[in-house]
């Protein structure tokens, strides 16, 4: 069964309003949990890195101001889309390392969000 | 060069046949490396994981690594239709925790 969960499987916001994902780890604590974007036909990117209790790394290129990241607790990441625009519109998903299964990461389903 | 390096294929075989997905990494202290699987529309799973030089079996997947050579590969055997997807070569740098992912190679199984 899943180990990572992400909530909502898909939403759609207007232009300008902001959007929250969520990422739960199941049975297990992630210390640090991954959020990636991924564009249609296009390979995944790394948003940043989410550390449980402290601020989020973001890879360069990445506005950490619009992309809100907040870990929490050590079961929970957020993501939240601020000022969404159009060009936002992506698939967000969300990952965490399972030491349970080898220290392997896994993802969680995936949410697809659309700006309208 | 890129860190991690997969054909993006299309990679098209028939029914049955074997299929190779191949990649090749540049961080030679890389100890830990995964093959995804990810359907359209859908997150990646993962299918293996491997961390030790020579192949790694699991059902009609089998893992291949070549730390040497800096070269990891996926062969799935007996390939079928509900195969097609692409696949995600990751690698884990020795140094801190993120994976870093491969562009995919997209495979495609034809009746």
């Known amino acids: 069964g899943a180990v990572v969960s992400q909530h909502p499987s898909w939403v759609i916001c207007k232009s300008g309003t902001s959007v929250k994902i969520e990422c739960r780890s199941l049975d297990f604590q992630a210390t640090t949990m991954f959020w990636y974007r991924q564009f249609p036909k296009q390979s995944l990117m790394l948003m940043a890195t989410?550390?449980?209790?402290?601020?989020?790394?973001?890879e360069q290129g990445v506005e950490k101001d619009k992309f809100l990241i907040n870990h929490a607790s050590l079961t929970l990441s957020t993501l939240t889309v601020t000022s969404a625009h159009p060009e936002d519109s992506s698939f967000y998903i969300c990952?965490?390392?399972?030491?349970?299964?080898?220290?392997?990461?896994?993802f969680g389903e995936g949410s697809w969000l659309t700006v309208v | 060069q890129k860190e991690v390096e997969q054909n993006s294929g299309p990679l098209s075989v028939p029914e049955g046949a074997i299929a190779s997905l191949n990649c090749t990494y540049s961080d030679r202290g890389s100890q830990s490396f995964f093959w995804y699987r990810q359907y359209s529309g859908k997150s990646p799973e993962l299918i293996m994981s491997i961390y030790s030089n020579g192949d790694k079996e699991d059902g009609r997947f089998t893992a291949q690594l070549n730390k040497a050579s800096q070269y990891v590969s996926l062969l799935i055997r007996d390939s079928q239709p509900s195969d097609s997807a692409t696949y995600l070569c990751a690698v884990k740098p020795p140094q801190g925790g993120k994976l870093i992912f491969g562009q995919g190679t997209e495979l495609s199984v034809k009746p």
């Open positions: 989410s550390n449980e209790g402290s601020k989020a790394t973001y």
């Open positions: 990952s965490a390392y399972v030491t349970r299964q080898g220290n392997t990461i896994y």
